[in-house]
């Protein structure tokens, strides 16, 4: 009775199937992938590609700057480069943070075309950051479909992004308090290296995303 | 000895496999799926020999028409059209997805399901096998449909003809007559009965769509085309 009952069931599922698929339309589809492969999208993609790069110019040349200005004992003009680089950080995770929200609801054409890898934990230095993508690699290998993992691919960018602003932050205050002190450079250093890294991940589901987005406009 | 009636249908069929062969070469279609290439051969040969095994077998001096004219032959020819039916399927399925990385986990996940329930079936099972192996390639070219339809996935004109032609001829011929043969209903029969024109009327859909003309999307760019892998690079 189960087995009568179970294959019943998969009879149905396999015609409800079929009648969906009957209803496809060639002419649609292909239009619909065209407009979500146009050139505007591609130069919405090399827009933040240029935004992801001059961020990261930002945030280094001011950190750059604050650790010559550091070993010159010039403290003070170290904590204003510093914070220049903190600033760049600072203003650019919101953004970052609205986009990943907003590519939340566009996900499922996109990730038919690309893969869903999860982030790597050896390419990131804070600690708290390679445990949040340690998580989500092990749910990552649990989830089943696509969209599930390019969710989860969001979620884990956007708290990431989170940590690393709290630990740039951090280690800006500590730094500007105690300039003399390795420890806040060293932590600013690996914060920075995380954000970018981040950054660089977040262009690339940008990247995937940013065709739908055309798409459900 | 069967009537002149089923000759004819079985020449018909022979024909028109011929003529989908032939249509299916001249465009180059065999490239896209290339089982199914094999599988019209393999139909046309297993049903040529059966055809000649029909016409000789009363002739006293000749044993090898009664050995095409049986059921052990006909066992081993169902056989080994429902395996490469099987394999049409999978490539169908590797091939729709093949443009799409993202989708080719969850593509391999339905593909692998349906085969290894198939082959559990087939194993473990008390049911026929021919019409398991049918149901089997029907899952396996539903899994496909169902990859098509979550990531809307455009599809090559001639893999909607494979498709339409399959799905609905081996869903009502195979599956749900052999659910109702089990069942004692007396429908099994009537379908059973108009099998063969059935399949007389799939085999002319698939000349159809093997000769047709080149199917064009307007508006579309090339480059966008040979992307999704509707058009050759």
Same mark, same amino acid.
Not at chain 1, 17 to 24: C, D, E, K
Not at chain 1, 34 to 48: C, E, H, I, K, Y
């Given at each position: 009775?189960?087995?009568?009952?179970?294959?019943?069931?998969?009879?149905?599922?396999?015609?409800?199937?079929?009648?969906?698929?009957?209803?496809?339309?060639?002419?649609?589809?292909?239009?619909?992938?065209?407009?979500m492969?146009?050139?505007?999208?591609?130069?919405?993609?090399?827009?933040l590609?240029?935004e992801?790069?001059?961020?990261?110019?930002?945030?280094?040349?001011?950190?750059?700057?604050?650790?010559?200005a550091?070993?010159?004992?010039?403290?003070?003009?170290?904590i204003?480069?510093?914070?220049?680089?903190?600033?760049?950080?600072?203003?650019?995770?919101?953004?970052?943070?609205?986009?990943?929200?907003?590519?939340?609801v566009?996900?499922?054409?996109?990730?038919?075309?690309?893969?869903?890898?999860? $982030?790597r934990?050896?390419d990131?230095?804070?600690?708290?950051l390679?445990?949040?993508v340690?998580?989500?690699?092990? $749910?990552?290998?649990?989830?089943?479909?696509?969209?599930?993992?390019?969710?989860?691919?969001?979620?884990v960018?956007?708290?990431g992004?989170?940590?690393?602003l709290?630990?740039?932050?951090g280690?800006r205050?500590?730094?500007?308090s105690?300039?003399?002190?390795?420890?806040?450079?060293?932590?600013?250093?690996?914060?920075l290296?995380?954000?970018?890294?981040?950054?660089?991940?977040h262009?690339?589901?940008f990247?995937?995303l940013?065709?739908?987005?055309?798409?459900?406009? | 000895?069967?009537?002149?009636?089923?000759?004819?249908?079985?020449?018909?069929?022979?024909?028109g496999l011929?003529?989908?062969?032939?249509?299916?070469?001249?465009r180059?279609?065999?490239?896209?799926?290339?089982?199914?290439?094999v599988?019209?051969?393999?139909v046309?040969?297993?049903?040529?020999?059966?055809?000649?095994?029909?016409?000789?077998?009363?002739?006293?001096?000749?044993?090898?028409p009664q050995?095409f004219?049986?059921?052990?032959f006909?066992?081993?020819?169902?056989?080994?059209?429902?395996?490469?039916?099987?394999?049409?399927?999978?490539?169908?399925?590797?091939?729709?997805?093949?443009?799409f990385?993202?989708t080719?986990?969850?593509?391999?996940?339905?593909?692998?399901?349906?085969?290894?329930t198939?082959?559990?079936?087939?194993?473990?099972?008390?049911?026929?096998?021919?019409?398991l192996?049918?149901?089997?390639?029907i899952w396996?070219?539903?899994?496909?449909?169902?990859?098509?339809?979550?990531?809307?996935?455009?599809?090559?004109a001639?893999?909607?003809?494979?498709?339409?032609?399959?799905?609905?001829y081996?869903?009502?011929?195979s599956t749900?007559?052999s659910?109702?043969?089990?069942?004692?209903?007396?429908?099994?029969?009537?379908?059973?009965?108009?099998?063969?024109?059935?399949?007389?009327?799939l085999v002319?859909?698939?000349?159809?769509?093997a000769?047709?003309?080149?199917?064009?999307?307007t508006?579309?760019?090339?480059?966008?085309?040979?992307?999704?892998?509707?058009?050759?690079?």
């Amino acid at each position: 009775m189960f087995f009568w009952i179970l294959g019943s069931l998969g009879f149905v599922c396999v015609a409800l199937v079929i009648g969906q698929a009957a209803r496809y339309r060639h002419e649609r589809t292909v239009k619909q992938w065209d407009r979500m492969l146009s050139p505007g999208m591609r130069f919405a993609v090399q827009s933040l590609e240029l935004e992801v790069q001059a961020d990261a110019a930002m945030a280094d040349s001011g950190f750059q700057g604050a650790q010559q200005a550091r070993d010159r004992q010039d403290l003070a003009e170290a904590i204003r480069l510093l914070e220049l680089s903190s600033r760049a950080v600072e203003d650019a995770t919101p953004n970052r943070l609205r986009r990943l929200r907003a590519m939340a609801v566009l996900i499922r054409m996109a990730a038919a075309l690309v893969p869903v890898r999860p $982030l790597r934990m050896r390419d990131y230095h804070l600690r708290e950051l390679i445990a949040v993508v340690g998580v989500g690699a092990a $749910l990552h290998q649990v989830l089943v479909s696509a969209l599930e993992r390019f969710l989860l691919r969001l979620q884990v960018l956007g708290v990431g992004f989170r940590l690393a602003l709290r630990v740039v932050v951090g280690a800006r205050r500590q730094a500007t308090s105690a300039p003399a002190s390795r420890r806040p450079w060293g932590d600013y250093e690996r914060a920075l290296e995380d954000w970018k890294t981040l950054d660089r991940e977040h262009l690339e589901t940008f990247k995937a995303l940013a065709k739908s987005l055309e798409m459900q406009g | 000895m069967p009537s002149a009636l089923q000759l004819a249908i079985t020449l018909a069929g022979e024909i028109g496999l011929a003529v989908v062969i032939v249509g299916v070469l001249r465009r180059g279609l065999h490239r896209l799926c290339w089982s199914f290439l094999v599988y019209l051969l393999a139909v046309l040969i297993y049903s040529s020999v059966g055809f000649a095994g029909m016409l000789f077998y009363e002739v006293p001096s000749l044993e090898w028409p009664q050995w095409f004219w049986s059921w052990d032959f006909w066992h081993f020819q169902q056989t080994a059209l429902e395996v490469v039916k099987l394999a049409v399927a999978v490539e169908l399925g590797l091939r729709v997805v093949a443009a799409f990385p993202g989708t080719w986990r969850l593509a391999r996940g339905l593909l692998s399901a349906a085969l290894l329930t198939t082959t559990a079936a087939v194993t473990f099972g008390d049911a026929p096998q021919h019409p398991l192996l049918a149901t089997g390639t029907i899952w396996l070219f539903a899994a496909v449909s169902l990859v098509v339809i979550i990531f809307n996935l455009p599809l090559h004109a001639w893999y909607r003809a494979l498709l339409a032609g399959f799905v609905p001829y081996l869903f009502v011929f195979s599956t749900l007559q052999s659910i109702l043969t089990r069942r004692g209903d007396a429908l099994a029969e009537r379908i059973g009965s108009i099998d063969q024109v059935a399949y007389l009327a799939l085999v002319g859909w698939w000349a159809y769509s093997a000769w047709r003309a080149e199917e064009t999307v307007t508006d579309v760019s090339p480059a966008v085309l040979r992307r999704l892998g509707l058009a050759r690079g």
